[in-house]
């Protein structure tokens, strides 16, 4: 029996996630494996009607879970920044999810190139540092102090910013950070990823030639773990990264990036591997509680018409049992996919005229039949 926390969040998030749990109940009916949902209501309408984020009692309760299955978190009535910094970010924060991974396999016949070609690129991202730390501020006048806290598994970090500027103007910061020890346990992941898929090669993403401080200390860590690891090291720069995934995405397999960048490269990724709509996302504690979701926005202005491609949230159930150890049955997840897009069956975004609930009885039926 696996405990799953449900948190359907905002927009179109309830009806996605409805799709991923018919998904997970028909495997619960035709294979040895059971299911245990509990709801709960973390999103923008309890901030708007209690002013809360996400709370000490809520990390305290979901703790009690295997696994955390979320649907979409965003409001376009709430400020940019307030519900990504304060449940989003912090659900990873708060269960030090520190890997988050995002598999781009190409999708046929609905991937955005001219050219033929196939591909297969799992994306590691780091999930708790860089420039998404939350540590910045604002300084008026061009005097003043900004005290800074990144609170992690990790550590407890503490730092003053000091300003005194000769130009009486405002000024913002936004403060990067890297850790040895977390790039050194998110490098092992990586790695040992490596090792599985049965490959020899990681692509390390940065920007060391500007950001020489921060990076130079991800490179320096990277070369040393590859070295006694025997895995073969490749340095790319974000900007030729990004060239080089529209122009030959088929040259890459592994590629390990920093928070931001990776936050970046992810999308780009899943537009050239099909859409937003294929692309589900995990956020990994190896040790702990890890989260899944699709990666697309909440989509407000779609909420309730029935249009949004599930199909990134049914992958995700397939990332989660991955991650459970049913690897098996993600599998079962996967040809279920491929079978209803094989049979024409898509909504319309990839072109097709099926509705969100139509494609989610889709899979449930392949599944049900592949049974048989």
Not at 53 to 75: C, N, P, R, S
Not at 296 to 312: F, W
């Amino acid at each position: 029996m696996f405990k799953i926390a449900v948190l359907p969040g905002d927009g179109i998030g309830p009806e996605v996630v409805a799709e991923g749990i018919k998904v997970l109940d028909v495997l619960s009916e035709n294979y040895s494996v059971k299911f245990d949902y509990q709801e709960f209501e973390i999103n923008s309408e309890r901030y708007l009607r209690t002013g809360d984020l996400l709370t000490d009692d809520d990390v305290e309760q979901l703790k009690k879970f295997d696994t955390i299955f979320l649907g979409a978190i965003g409001d376009d009535r709430i400020k940019p920044g307030v519900l990504e910094k304060g449940i989003l970010l912090a659900l990873r924060f708060s269960f030090d999810q520190y890997i988050n991974h995002r598999p781009a396999p190409l999708w046929k016949p609905f991937g955005r190139l001219k050219r033929d070609m196939d591909f297969n690129i799992d994306v590691f991202r780091e999930n708790t540092e860089d420039y998404y730390i939350g540590a910045g501020g604002r300084i008026s006048n061009g005097k003043g102090t900004i005290d800074l806290r990144v609170k992690r598994q990790l550590y407890d970090l503490k730092a003053r910013l000091e300003v005194n500027a000769d130009a009486a103007d405002d000024y913002a910061f936004e403060i990067g950070m890297m850790s040895r020890r977390n790039i050194d346990r998110f490098a092992d992941f990586v790695i040992d990823n490596v090792k599985m898929f049965g490959e020899k090669h990681i692509t390390v993403v940065d920007k060391a030639n500007v950001c020489s401080n921060i990076y130079g200390l991800w490179r320096e860590v990277w070369t040393e773990k590859c070295r006694k690891a025997g895995i073969d090291l490749g340095f790319m720069y974000v900007d030729a990264m990004s060239m080089a995934l529209v122009k030959n995405p088929d040259k890459f397999r592994v590629i390990a990036t920093p928070n931001m960048f990776g936050d970046i490269l992810t999308d780009l990724l899943a537009e050239v591997t099909g859409g937003l709509g294929l692309a589900p996302g995990g956020n990994i504690n190896p040790q702990g509680i890890s989260m899944f979701e699709p990666v697309h926005g909440s989509a407000p202005k779609y909420r309730g018409m029935d249009r949004i491609n599930p199909v990134a949230t049914i992958l995700a159930t397939k990332m989660m049992l991955d991650n459970l150890g049913r690897r098996d049955l993600g599998q079962v997840i996967n040809d279920g996919v491929r079978t209803v897009f094989d049979q024409g069956i898509y909504t319309q975004d990839l072109g097709g005229t099926a509705k969100t609930h139509e494609v989610g009885d889709a899979v449930v039926e392949a599944i049900r039949r592949s049974k048989k």
